[in-house]
């Protein structure tokens, strides 16, 4: 039979028990809905960790140090200096180099130092770190209270929300700092002023340094000699983050932070200063650590082998990105599992269904046996019927799915603003989805039409006209 | 075991008295139906089909071989159970023998396999039943269209013959009405429009008038007449009415518990023919 004969025959089949057969694909629709929502959910949700950790900037970010500075820490297995290849300074001229590589978007010095910061008398120790002007649209700095900094050179901080508890006098116990809302940090710290005490590094005079070196009898490596200048330096506060952007650096994390511009002019005094005065680098101040950023997450992998073939170290948290994917794909094949589930069941009611038109059909089936139906065409007919039932009960369910996602996401969102925190996606229908779960149904269907298509096809043609 | 040969065939009865097997009369002269080519359309050799019903064996057709040559107009008679209805499935190609042959086409149906029997359902015979037997669901044009979708003729081709069919049978005005909908004369003269379509050399008529009354059964039989003349088809009707067997049929062949008895022309039939034709 010809395909459009069959198509014809079979739609015209289910129409003729249009209830029972649109029971069944309802059932079909059922599944695939339940199916898209599962999956749609799964990859909704590695949709918005990925979009998060794209704006905590830690999966786009790669750390570089000179493979001098590593070697210096406790590593006393292994010699203290490095080849000329492998001793190269991470200083400006580097840094522009870097940033230069394909696919690096920016690199800028890491400058933090631990200093003293005074609000209402009271002076605290903290960590202090410069922060690029391309922060702004990371997930730390929007949406926070007050704004980011006004310019790349304000005197101007925004607070990490521990260190804001600690100048208020709030501090939680340990673990319920989220019990307090940072909005009511922000009310009485805003627009204050903190005074940051600081050690400022000073170039001695190059006479000054002259004498130093004459005095010590050293090599000509004089213009390694600065001064340390004490200073004070008022910031006005005009941002709490919630979050901690500086998560990565662990103990080294910083609480305070100043535009990157405004931390590079003041000169704080850096621990690798120390380092550079007694390897006498040169005039130019190197940099403990570089951070670049990568245009995408996927390039960190190949700009890090770049920067390695410069002569400095790397680190990223690539491998912490492999897993996130790992775990959304062992996420997704659960979620999988369980929506085929009820698509699994609504197969059974595709061959319930089929089995019953067998019966209901037999001297139909024994009638067109008798004018020259072969066994296939009996068997193409039946799979045909399962096949439209698949297909219409995939395209419904597939709807059906994106809508119920599209129900569950507003609600979620409605009880999201009541808690006051920001609307989200937690549902993603991709193309691929849809055209896939269509597919699948019609696949499933076809499967469950292969007994009683089988079934038919092996009717007696005698017996089945005898049926009455 | 019972075997009996239609046609005055030497070979046949040899090999039937060779078996050991009863030859019954075969001294009535050969009917001459109309436009008979003188090749046989259907040739049954030794046929048996035994059917297993617990533990009894039932021999639905035991030992029957007969000829039927090509336009001839063959009646099956015989009680109910003798096996008449069998025999006609067997050369429909719906039910294969136990043992035995059916050559219909030089071909020899129990070689075949079931797509070959299904192109020989489709191709060389249109079975016209008691209970009529069209698809409730269907209009009348489209069970009529049915034999030629199978056959894969393409569908302005299929309008035309489909129509063609109907206005044969003069039910051109009832295209898309449903059997249910019909008369039983006219539901019969559906199905042998859809018997027709596919231009078979084989009808095959199982108590095509049982479910009519007279007037109306006096028309199918007339239509079937008119496909035997007209086009030359065979005609193997299956009947237990004596009457209507010797009103329209050029020969007989009587069944009795699966066994052919008889095998005799109609007489009466032929002449009339005959007087017609000069």
Known sequence: MKTYDLSELALRNLRESSLRNSLTTIGISVGVASLVAMLSLGIGLQKLATRHLAKSGLFDTVVVTSRRELRGFNREDQPSTASAAESRTLDEPARQEIERLPNVLEAYPDIRFITELSYQDKTHLTMVSGIPDSARSNDAFTGIPGSFFSSETAPEVILQKSFALELLGKTPPPGHEDDVPVSDLAKPLLGKELTMHYAQRVSAPESAAENTAATSGASTESDAAYSVVSREQKLKIVGISDLDPDSMRGAARARVFLPLKLAQDLRVMQPSDVRDSMRGFGKQPSYSTVSVRVRNPKNVEEVEQAIKKLGFNTFSILDATRSLRQFFAVLDLFLGIFGSLALAVASIGIVNTLVMAILERRREIGIMKAIGASDSDVKKLFFAEAGAMGLLGGVVGVMLGWAIGHVINLGTNIYLRRQALPPESFWSVPWWLVGAAIIFAFIVSLVSGLYPAARAARLDPVQALRYE | ?278
């Open chain 2, 1 to 278: 075991m019972c075997c009996v040969s239609s046609r005055d065939s030497a070979r046949h009865r040899g090999h039937e008295e060779h078996r050991g097997k009863t030859s019954l009369s075969m001294t009535l002269p050969v009917s001459q139906p109309n436009r008979q080519t003188g090749a046989p359309a259907v040739r049954i050799v030794d046929l048996c089909r035994h059917y297993q019903m617990g533990e009894a064996l039932i021999p639905a057709v035991d030992g029957v071989s007969l000829q039927i040559q090509s336009g001839e107009f063959v009646a099956l008679l015989g009680s109910s159970g003798s096996g008449k209805s069998s025999l006609l499935n067997l050369i429909a190609g719906l039910d294969r023998p136990t043992s035995g042959a059916v050559i219909v086409e030089d071909r020899d149906l129990a070689q075949l396999s079931r797509e070959e029997l299904a192109k020989h359902r489709l191709r060389t015979v249109g079975m016209v039943f008691q209970s009529f037997n069209l698809v409730s669901r269907m209009t009348l044009a489209e069970n009529v269209d049915l034999p030629l979708r199978f056959a894969e003729v393409d569908r302005s081709q299929r309008q035309a013959l489909t129509r063609q069919a109907l206005e044969r049978v003069g039910l051109s005005a009832r295209m898309s009405h449903r059997p249910s909908e019909l008369s039983g004369g006219e539901q019969q003269r559906a199905a042998l429009a859809r018997a027709l379509i596919n231009q078979p050399k084989l009808l095959l008529a199982d108590e095509p008038t049982g479910n009519l009354d007279s007037h109306t059964g006096t028309e199918i039989m007339n239509f079937i007449r008119e496909f035997n003349q007209s086009l030359g088809m065979t005609i193997v009707m299956v009947t237990h009415e004596r009457a209507l067997a010797e009103r329209y049929a050029r020969r007989m062949i009587l069944l009795a518990d699966g066994k052919l008895v008889d095998d005799r022309p109609n007489s009466a039939v032929s002449a009339s023919l005959q007087e017609e034709q000069q």
